[in-house]
């Protein structure tokens, strides 16, 4: 079973900040929090993932909490082409380790 | 640009007739994965490679094999396709060093259609 609780959609208006928003409140202290989105008919692709700290690519933002049990994936200038499922997941950073998506969260962007 | 590769992109089989689908990766990675998506579902992993070692998902069908002749290819085999097992078909690599690092990178996947 997924070990995380996501909402089903949000929707954000292009241009502006997308704050996507995980519970994981049974998480492990080694599991790491990993988010991955899904472009209709594309692969997952890997967007970041962290362990406690706060962490930014040229992607996106990931805000953990300071008890770790929920964080937040922020895109910072939604764009059209961002609309896509996210999934947050939380796993053990080993070789095998298998994902385990969830239902993730359809983001919708509009222009 | 290194990557995953899932050759064809779309493959349609009749029932019950053998069908393979292809991966392959310029990562060099040590670990494969293949997971199954079907429609409005979450992937789900069916297996994996590590290296040569081969291991299973307690659910997966024994319907499903898969090989792996060297580092860069993967062959997942549906040996007696059904029409439950219509879906996407998607490969996934990682570096298997464990730790911080062993992201797993997917392909575009193949989407299996069975007649």
């Known amino acids: 079973d997924a070990k995380t609780t996501q909402p089903p959609s949000m929707d954000c208006a292009e241009g502006r900040a997308a704050n996507l928003p995980c519970n994981h409140s049974?998480?492990?202290?080694?599991?790491?929090v990993y988010w991955y989105r899904q472009i209709h008919s594309q692969g997952p692709q890997y967007i970041i993932h962290g362990l406690k700290n706060n962490e930014t690519n040229e992607m996106a933002s990931l805000i953990i909490t300071e008890d770790r049990k929920s964080s937040t994936l922020i895109l910072p200038h939604a764009t059209l082409r961002d609309t896509a499922v996210y999934y947050c997941?939380?796993?053990?950073?080993?070789?095998?380790?298998?994902?385990?998506f969830g239902a993730g969260t359809i983001l919708r962007v509009k222009s | 640009d290194a990557m995953v590769i899932q050759n064809p992109r779309y493959q349609v089989t009749q029932f019950g007739k053998p069908v393979t689908l292809s991966c392959s990766q310029t990562?060099?990675?040590?670990?494969m994965y293949w997971y199954q998506q079907k429609s409005s579902q979450a992937p789900k992993l069916l297996f994996h490679y590590y290296d040569k070692d081969f291991n299973n998902e307690a659910d997966t069908p024994d319907n499903f094999q898969s090989r792996r002749p060297n580092t860069s290819f993967c062959f997942l085999d549906i040996r007696s396709p059904g029409l439950g097992d219509a879906a996407m078909y998607l490969c996934?690599?990682?570096?298997?060093?464990?730790?911080?690092?062993?992201?797993?990178?997917f392909g575009p996947g193949t989407r299996l259609t069975v007649l």
């Open positions: 996934a690599t990682s570096r298997g060093s464990g730790g911080n690092t062993d992201t797993q990178y």
């Open positions: 049974t998480i492990s202290g080694n599991e790491y």
């Open positions: 997941i939380v796993r053990v950073a080993e070789y095998g380790n298998k994902l385990v």
């Open positions: 990562l060099n990675h040590n670990v």
